[in-house]
């Protein structure tokens, strides 16, 4: 069947604000910007992506310190005359962290699907995003495009994405760059219970194989997270697929799962690498915590790529 979506036409976040955030400020006179209280901006609902003070959040701090925000946020109006932030949720901690009373804002009038795909876009292509961030923020975007594809044409429609008969997930993939099957997979992760979550965003948990554990139901799930604290292992991808396949077939119970994480002890792999074959691959100028930091970065886009495959 024809999906109900395929005469809607939507906007995307790039053709609504322009292709980054620097664009938007080019493209809005200075009447568009305000400069508006703190005190009346506030998180969006669900926000998914993690605001820490971290090393980042001191970068972001110099910054502003130095310069001031450069690029406004994006907020739109709320009742009360408060504001909920839309993009731009590190600037805004950031200058509560240095003090600042005001932020300079666009403010854009937004339904909750508008602003819950601009919201995704204008953060998915952050650098170092957790598994569980990506999870959530896919979710969130299909979510919004199905309720947009649901609606009855509306020629007023600002953002979103011509669906042209295309399922909703295959719009999210090809905007996302991912595969369908990637996106189904990172969107999988939100099934899973907080703590293996936890232990996936950690890179504790592969990520294919806590993508089969997401299967669990919560229950099940929750007696796995107690003997894999018992038993101090971490379940294999041979060992959750297992584990998914009795779980579908009703018969998963905690003495099962506690003999399948006892077949083959996964325990945590410690790789030692001499210095002399190392060293010949980095500049000589290069600390023990640099070359640790290239190794680390690579292994994790390796990672990254083989899932993909995957």
């Excluded at 926000?47 to 907020?75: C, Q, W």
């Excluded at 609606?151 to 042209?164: A, I, S, T, W």
């Amino acid at each position: 069947m024809k999906s109900s979506a395929s005469k809607i036409k939507l906007t995307s976040f790039d053709e609504l604000f322009g292709s980054n955030e620097e664009t938007i400020c080019s493209l809005n006179n200075e009447n568009s910007i305000q400069y508006i209280e703190l005190s009346k901006l506030f998180p969006f609902s669900r926000h998914p992506f993690k605001v820490l003070d971290d090393e980042k959040m001191e970068e972001t701090k110099e910054s502003i310190a130095k310069y001031g925000v450069l690029v406004p946020i994006i907020a739109r109006p709320k009742e009360g005359g408060t504001y909920e932030i839309i993009a731009g949720h590190r600037r805004k901690r950031a200058c509560e962290l240095l003090e600042l009373r005001t932020i300079p804002t666009i403010v854009r009038d937004l339904d909750d699907e508008e602003s819950t795909i601009v919201m995704v876009d204008s953060n998915i292509q952050r650098e170092n995003l957790l598994f569980s961030e990506k999870a959530f923020a896919y979710k969130m975007k299909l979510d919004a495009i199905k309720r947009k594809a649901g609606r009855p044409k509306n020629n007023g429609d600002q953002v979103g994405y011509n669906l042209e008969g295309k399922k909703s997930i295959e719009v999210l993939a090809e905007q996302s760059g991912e595969s369908r099957n990637q996106v189904q997979r990172y969107i999988r992760l939100t099934e899973l219970i907080s703590d293996l979550l936890e232990l996936t965003d950690e890179r504790k948990l592969a990520f294919n194989t806590a993508v089969e554990l997401s299967y669990l139901s919560y229950q099940e799930q929750e007696i796995l997270l107690f003997k894999i604290e018992e038993l101090e292992v971490i379940p294999s991808m041979a060992q959750a697929t297992k584990l998914k396949k009795y779980s579908s077939e009703g018969g998963l119970n905690a003495a099962l799962i506690d003999a399948i994480l006892s077949e083959t002890v996964n325990k945590p792999v410690t790789v030692t690498l001499k210095s002399e074959k190392l060293t010949k691959y980095f500049p000589q100028s290069y600390s023990k915590e640099q070359m640790e930091e290239v190794i680390t970065s690579l292994l994790e886009k390796w990672v990254e790529h083989f899932n993909k495959q995957h």
